[in-house]
């Protein structure tokens, strides 16, 4: 079956560090990849997608490129502000389950916390 | 444009109870999922309905059910209520031209307590 690894944290960094935060996928089709940021209180909100190998999405400053040689999409952001602390999602959706909102498969979640 | 609404947002119930919640899907949008969010577990996908039809399902078990309006708008109920059911409930919903590429859009969801 499909399923997604990442780093849970909690990753502390200060403000205008560098982040990085490692995703893994194993998947029997071709998937999408998405990345999604939950804030305190809130539901989950798109952060960006890419739907085939080698692609890049961005938004936000933040960047992640589909690997599929190394199964990967990593989310990267070079200078992280205090309002980016989140929990971060990564997920994949394949061809078998007709994607979208139906039959996400998500990452444990990394809990982000930016100090000023 | 109105995002996704769940309601309620907070819910206390007693083991062995019953629960609906409801979830109204953007307008327009005629997918809605259901994910289940725990600390333990993390967010799992418990079914999808398109079109008033259930067209995926996730390895809950058959007390968890839902349906779908006419109009989109989505309820899921859970029965013989267990402790282990207190969770964060989320409904997504997805445009038309669903496929594994479009984006789902999540609502505030739910909380369940179960004492």
């Known amino acids: 079956g499909n399923s997604v690894t990442q780093m849970e944290g909690p990753v502390t960094l200060s403000e205008e560090a560098f982040l990085t935060i490692n995703c893994t996928y194993t998947?029997?089709?071709?998937?999408?990849l998405f990345w999604y940021v939950q804030y305190p209180g809130e539901g989950l909100q798109l952060l960006l997608k890419?739907?085939?190998?080698?692609d890049k999405g961005s938004n936000k400053g933040f960047e992640a490129t589909y690997r599929k040689e190394t199964t990967s999409f990593h989310l990267e952001k070079g200078s992280v502000q205090v309002s980016d602390s989140a929990v971060y999602f990564c997920?994949?959706?394949?061809?078998?389950?007709?994607?979208?909102?139906?039959?996400?498969?998500f990452g444990k979640g990394t809990h982000l916390i930016i100090q000023p | 444009k109105a995002g996704v609404t769940q309601t309620p947002r907070y819910l206390i119930k007693t083991r062995g109870q019953q629960v609906t919640l409801s979830c109204s899907p953007i307008?327009?949008?005629?997918?809605v999922s259901w994910y289940q969010q725990t600390p333990g577990q993390g967010l799992q996908f418990l079914f999808e309905?398109?079109?008033?039809?259930?067209?995926n399902k996730g390895n809950f078990p058959g007390r968890f059910s839902g349906r779908q309006f006419s109009n989109s708008r989505s309820e899921m109920n859970v029965s013989t209520l267990e402790l282990g059911d207190s969770a964060l409930y989320l409904c997504?919903?997805?445009?038309?031209?669903?496929?594994?590429?479009?984006?789902?859009?999540f609502g505030q969801g739910t909380r369940l307590t179960v004492v």
């Open positions: 890419a739907t085939k190998a080698d």
């Open positions: 309905y398109f079109s008033e039809t259930q067209r």
């Open positions: 307008s327009g949008h005629r997918s």
């Open positions: 997920a994949l959706s394949d061809s078998r389950s007709g994607g979208g909102a139906d039959g996400l498969t």
């Open positions: 998947a029997t089709g071709y998937p999408s």
């Open positions: 997504a919903s997805s445009p038309p031209a669903a496929g594994q590429n479009t984006e789902a859009f």
